[in-house]
């Protein structure tokens, strides 16, 4: 693991991003607000500062990371945007979604950040603490979400000082995020572009857009590839609760966590131990804000299985039904 430091709790003033900036550029580790989750920021062009990050989390393999920057004429500076790629940034940046795209003639993203492939994932964060830190940085910023590896992710700066507090150098503390789902990863590397992982931008969305269907991962939902990741890295078991977690749960057993969305009744509700529900009104976009900070407190509870009604497919429901099924995948 990595030695003990203080985290700095920094404002998202002037000041203090100018502060979390000169870390930044210095080589240390910054957690930092997005719209989707708090993400665990280094120097992009810094090899060194980017391993920071692998200890930090305790991440067991070097999976590639997000290079955050600006705005797109940055993103121009460290990869390259056909047709479709240029399409879905006019559409969708700054928000939550990230662009695998080649690498540029001299791509300033170190090696490690890209797990050496020639290929480089891009994001224009739409929160504008995130934005005003970018720029101030006037690097890339390499960011995976700031929780320990394996964890549920952090939607607001306590959920990352209860992982990383003592690990990292500072926290941007600015409260919830927005969205709540890490952001849609597209490939746009071959001819039709694949949808790598869903998140904070809906496919139907994307696919107005593009104005035809996008191709399905490599290896969609599957165990990364330890040397040569083409879908997101992500381990099978991912997002993991302590407890363990029921999916498409009609019925709640005694003394079991609920999950709940939207207005249907849920048989034995009454017996469990703790009940929330992600959006009473069946709302997917505040379904996807709730997720992950409603999937720690009912885990705080204590209940050793939580129950989770289903959610639909469509719009952000592809998201957080991929969140919610690798949480609830076998723990290795
Ligand atoms: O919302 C988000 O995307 C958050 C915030 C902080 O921006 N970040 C995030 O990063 O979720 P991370 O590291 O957890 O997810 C990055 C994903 C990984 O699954 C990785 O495999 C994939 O992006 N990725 C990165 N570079 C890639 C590349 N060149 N080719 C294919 N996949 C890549
Ligand atoms: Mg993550």
């Given at each position: 693991?990595?030695s003990r430091r203080a985290t700095v709790r920094i404002a998202p003033d002037v000041a203090g991003l100018e502060e979390a900036a000169a870390i930044l550029r210095a080589g240390g580790l ?141 926290v941007v503390m600015a409260g919830p995020t927005a969205v709540g789902v890490e952001s849609t990863i597209v490939s746009c590397l071959g001819e039709q572009p694949a949808l790598l992982r869903p998140g904070g931008v809906a496919r139907q969305d994307l696919e107005r857009v593009l104005g035809q269907p996008l191709a399905e991962a ?115």
């Amino acid at each position: 693991g990595s030695s003990r430091r203080a985290t700095v709790r920094i404002a998202p003033d002037v000041a203090g991003l100018e502060e979390a900036a000169a870390i930044l550029r210095a080589g240390g580790l910054v957690a930092f607000p997005t719209e989707t989750v708090y993400g665990l920021g280094a120097d992009a062009t810094n090899g060194e500062a980017v391993a920071g990050i692998y200890a930090a989390k305790e991440r067991p393999s070097f999976n590639p990371l997000i290079a955050h920057v600006p705005d797109l004429a940055a993103a121009q500076r460290q990869g390259v945007f056909n047709e479709a790629a240029l399409a879905l940034a006019q559409a969708f940046w700054p928000g939550p979604l990230t662009l695998v795209v080649p690498k540029a003639v001299g791509c300033a993203v170190s090696d490690l950040a890209t797990a050496g492939l020639d290929s480089v994932a891009l994001r224009v964060p739409a929160h504008p603490v995130a934005h005003a830190l970018l720029e101030k940085v006037g690097r890339p910023v390499s960011a995976p979400s700031a929780n320990r590896s394996g964890r549920v992710s952090p939607t607001a700066p306590e959920h990352v000082l209860g992982d990383l507090d003592g690990r990292i150098d500072a926290v941007v503390m600015a409260g919830p995020t927005a969205v709540g789902v890490e952001s849609t990863i597209v490939s746009c590397l071959g001819e039709q572009p694949a949808l790598l992982r869903p998140g904070g931008v809906a496919r139907q969305d994307l696919e107005r857009v593009l104005g035809q269907p996008l191709a399905e991962a490599p290896h969609h939902g599957g165990e990364q590839r330890g040397d040569a990741p083409l879908a997101p890295g992500m381990l099978a078991s991912h997002y993991a609760p302590n407890a363990g977690v029921r999916l498409d749960a009609s019925h709640v057993e005694p003394g079991e966590a609920a999950l709940l969305f939207g207005s249907s009744p849920v048989e034995g509700i009454e017996a469990a131990r703790k009940a929330l529900n992600l959006s009473p009104s069946g709302d997917l976009a505040e379904a996807a804000a709730n997720l992950f900070a409603m999937m720690r407190r009912l885990d705080e509870s204590g209940a050793p299985t939580m129950a989770v009604a289903p959610i639909p497919e469509w719009g952000l429901g592809e998201a957080i039904n991929d969140r919610l099924r690798r949480a609830a995948a076998p723990r290795g």
